[in-house]
Structure formats: C-alpha cells, structure tokens
C-alpha cells in the first residue's frame, strides 16, 4: 500500500513539473495572470503609490495612427481636476465639439463610494481644460457616456449594465443637465452600449456575460423597438476582441470599430476592425491590422493598459482621446 501511495505522489508531482513547465514555456492564461500581477506588485512598489486610469491626448497623420507626442504631456485629465469626488480616477473619454469649444465627458470612478458617475470638463484650445462637475448620478454606476447629436438634439447613452439595461438620456441644458428617456434594452448586464446610423437604421453594438460576448441589436427608430441581429452572438467565448472601446467610426468610406482587448486581464489594450458588411441578416468584419492601435506602453501613466480610443479630425490634424491605467513618471 504504502509503495502505490508513493508511487501516485510521485506521478502527481511529475504531471506538476510538466504542466509548470509548459505553463511557463508557452505563457499560458496561469503564467500570464501571475506575470503581470507580479509587474503590477513591482511597479507599485518602485512608485509607492496606487495605479490609477487616466486620460491622454494622441496625435497622428491619420485617424488610425496616432501616438503619445510629448509635447502633450500626457496624462491630460487626471482624478485630481475633479473637485466634487474624493479619490478619483478618470477614464472613457468622449469628445464633443460645439461653438468653437471643446466638451470631454468621461467617467469619473471615486474609490470612496466605489462607483462611478460622468464628469465634464470643457476647453478652448485642448490644452487647458477646466473640469466642471459631475453631470450625470445615478445609484448605480455609470461610465462610457456614448454622447451623440441627433435632429438637432442631444442625446447620451451611458453604460448602466449595473442597472440590467440600456439607458436613453437627452440634454435639457446641453451639456451640463440631462434627463432620463427610456430604457432601450433591458434584462442582461449590457457593456459599453455603441449606437450609431447606417443606410436608415439604428445599430447598438453591446457586450454580454461579462467581457468575452457581442451582440448587436437595431431599430427603425433612436428609441426603439430594438431587434436582435439574426447571428448574434456576433462573438462568443473571446475576450479579445468583443467589447466596444469607443464610438463606431468612418473613415475613407470605411466603418471602424474599436474593441477592448480584455485577455488575459481587463483593459490590455484595443484594436481597430472594418466592419465590412452589415444588414439585418448579415454581419461580417476584418481585423484592421496585426498590431493593436494603442497598446500599454510598459512605463508611466500608461503603463499597464489602455481601453478606449475616440478620434477626431481637429485644427487640420488627426487627434484620439485615450485612457490609460499606469503610474505617473518618477
């Protein structure tokens, strides 16, 4: 007896050499997540201070190469502009340009109350900005604050996946006093809602069960009824690729989406997909290139991820709103 109990002791530990072994060569999901735990724990302790998300500015020659110039200083919004939460950190950028000013909702999360509501801050030039107040709470939280104009309207569509829903918001005072509409999904835990029109229709890209799952849904209307797409999930069981990072967007005739790489942790960095064909019965995209469009850069404010990107034609130049989650330069 005694020698079949070594003998199974010894099997056990030699398939947990192995499977260390091939976890360690091959960097498998164990490895990577213990990897990167470790080079937070080490950047933390070299910084002696917690990591926070924050908001940059890149620039470029065109909407789908834009990079960290230095002559932005970024970060360029940080959790300290925000006066009305304690302990903030900031993220989802959406821009909004209006009368010759600048408008930047984004999330604002307060470690204090561990939940996030959408803050505003405005500017002249889009170097110096001004943060306003907190223009959106609920009870619950809220963040990528989607803000669109539509029949000389404008409308916001936060995520509220907290809330089991997708929730439909319109200016009353644009762009400091919003009122709630209607909830145009409800029933899941909806993910970074992404609406926007093609060929007379309404198309909402959201993410499900958790990060790894997209659907799409549409509609004749802004509120609705929404419809299911007739192949969702459009992706399933990839958390790659399937959550929204941004707003959909056209370039040289071309539709865009962005999505959040969520693997092997939350928020690594995003890539750019040209939808290239959509109808209510057909759904199809390509990847836009074999790097990511903006990716963590290893030091810094950005250091350990990067989540969404929102570009802009502005002053004759490419510019994009990004976050990112890292630590200030020593």
């Given at each position: 007896m005694k020698n079949k109990a070594g003998l199974k002791y010894l099997l056990i530990l030699f398939f947990g050499i192995f499977a260390g072994i091939l976890i360690h060569k091959y960097q498998l999901p164990p490895y990577v997540n213990i990897k990167n735990l470790y080079n937070r724990e080490i950047l933390q302790t070299k910084h002696h201070i917690p990591s926070n998300w924050s908001i940059g500015l890149f620039e470029g020659e065109s909407p789908l190469a834009v990079f960290d110039q230095k002559s932005n200083s970024n970060p360029i919004i940080t959790g300290e502009i925000v006066k009305d939460r304690d302990s903030s950190e900031v993220a989802d950028p959406f821009l909004i340009v209006e009368n010759n000013k600048y408008y930047l909702f984004f999330e604002v999360y307060s470690k204090s109350i561990k939940q996030a509501d959408i803050g505003l801050a405005i500017s002249k030039?889009?170097?110096?900005?001004?943060?306003?107040?907190?223009?959106?709470?609920?009870?619950?939280?809220?963040?990528?604050?989607?803000?669109f104009k539509y029949q000389n309207e404008w409308y916001?569509?936060?995520?509220?996946?907290?809330?089991?829903?997708?929730?439909?918001?319109?200016a009353i005072n644009f762009p400091f006093e919003w009122k709630f509409e209607k909830r145009l999904l409800s029933g899941y835990r909806f993910g970074d809602p992404t609406i926007f029109q093609y060929e007379n229709k309404w198309w909402m890209f959201v993410a499900t069960t958790g990060n790894d799952a997209l659907n799409l849904y549409y509609s004749n209307e802004l509120?609705?009824?929404?419809?299911?797409?007739?192949?969702?999930?459009?992706?399933?069981?990839?958390?790659?690729?399937?959550?929204?990072?941004?707003?959909?967007?056209?370039?040289?005739?071309?539709?865009?989406?962005?999505?959040?790489?969520?693997f092997p942790e939350y928020g690594n960095q995003v890539w750019a997909f040209e939808i290239t064909q959509l109808s209510a019965e057909i759904y199809s995209e390509k990847i836009f290139s074999e790097n990511p469009i903006i990716k963590k850069s290893g030091k810094g404010w950005n250091a350990l991820g990067?989540?969404?990107?929102?570009?802009?034609?502005?002053?004759?130049?490419?510019?994009?709103?990004?976050?990112?989650?890292?630590?200030?330069?020593?």
């Open positions: 030039d889009l170097e110096n900005w001004e943060y306003q107040k907190i223009i959106l709470d609920e009870d619950f939280h809220l963040s990528y604050p989607n803000v916001m569509i936060p995520e509220s996946s907290n809330d089991f829903s997708v929730r439909l918001y319109k509120e609705g009824p929404w419809t299911a797409h007739a192949m969702n999930p459009l992706i399933k069981n990839d958390p790659d690729n399937s959550r929204s990072a941004g707003k959909i967007f056209t370039y040289e005739n071309k539709i865009y989406r962005f999505a959040q790489d969520d990067m989540h969404h990107f929102d570009p802009h034609f502005v002053n004759g130049k490419w510019i994009a709103f990004v976050d990112g989650f890292g630590y200030p330069e020593e």
